[in-house]
C-alpha cells in the first residue's frame, strides 16, 4: 500500500499501488476538502534532484553506513547513505547543501539538526560520532536529550530520535 499526500490539505490517500504499471499517471481527489490532483507513479523525483544538486555527495560507493529513517506520520521509510566525515542531517529544502536530507513535512526537524561524523578510531576501525546540530527540539538517543556540544558514539543498531523522526544507524 501506498500513501500519498494531499498538496492543499496535507491528508493521506491510500491505494494498492500493485494494480497500476509503473509510470502510469492517476488522479485522486481528496475526501477531506475536494481537491483533484495527479501523480505519477515511479521513482521519486525528489532524489533525482538531490543528486543533480549534489552529485559527489549522494555517492557511496566507498561504503560508510547508511542511516535508516522510519516511517512515521510525516513520511515513508529511507535509506540514507553516510560518507566519510560530516554528515548533516535534517529536513530537506531545495538549495541546502546537507548531504543526508530527509523527505518530510515534520516541522520539528530543523533544516540542519544533527550531524554524524564518520571516522576511523585509533585501531583503524569505523566511528561514528553523533551531535546535535544545534537544533531547537534536540537530539535524542536512548530517550537521552544530547547536551550543547556534547558528542556521542554510537553504535550499529543505535537508535536515535529527532524531532518525531526515529533514525537508526546501519554500520559497515
Do not use: W
Amino acid at each position: 500500500m501506498k500513501r500519498v499526500r494531499c498538496p492543499k490539505c496535507d491528508n493521506y490517500i491510500t491505494f494498492d499501488e500493485t494494480k497500476y504499471q509503473e509510470g502510469q499517471s492517476l488522479v485522486f481527489q481528496c475526501p477531506d476538502c475536494g481537491k483533484q490532483f495527479g501523480i505519477r507513479l515511479g521513482v521519486s523525483k525528489l532524489r533525482n534532484i538531490q543528486k543533480e544538486e549534489n552529485p559527489d555527495e549522494m555517492d557511496n560507493k566507498e561504503g560508510y553506513g547508511s542511516i535508516v529513517v522510519i516511517e512515521n506520520i510525516f513520511h515513508y521509510k529511507q535509506v540514507i547513505p553516510l560518507k566519510l566525515g560530516d554528515n548533516g542531517i535534517g529536513r530537506y529544502m531545495k538549495g541546502q547543501k546537507i548531504n543526508c536530507p530527509i523527505e518530510t513535512n515534520d516541522p520539528s526537524i530543523d533544516m540542519t539538526h544533527c550531524f554524524i561524523n564518520v571516522g576511523y578510531d585509533k585501531f583503524g576501525k569505523l566511528q561514528y560520532i553523533l551531535r546535535d546540530g544545534p537544533s531547537y527540539t534536540g537530539t535524542f538517543v536512548d530517550n537521552e536529550i544530547l547536551g550543547n556540544k556534547e558528542r556521542r558514539v554510537i553504535t550499529d543498531g543505535t537508535l536515535f530520535t529527532i524531532g518525531a523522526t526515529s533514525i537508526i544507524l546501519r554500520a559497515v
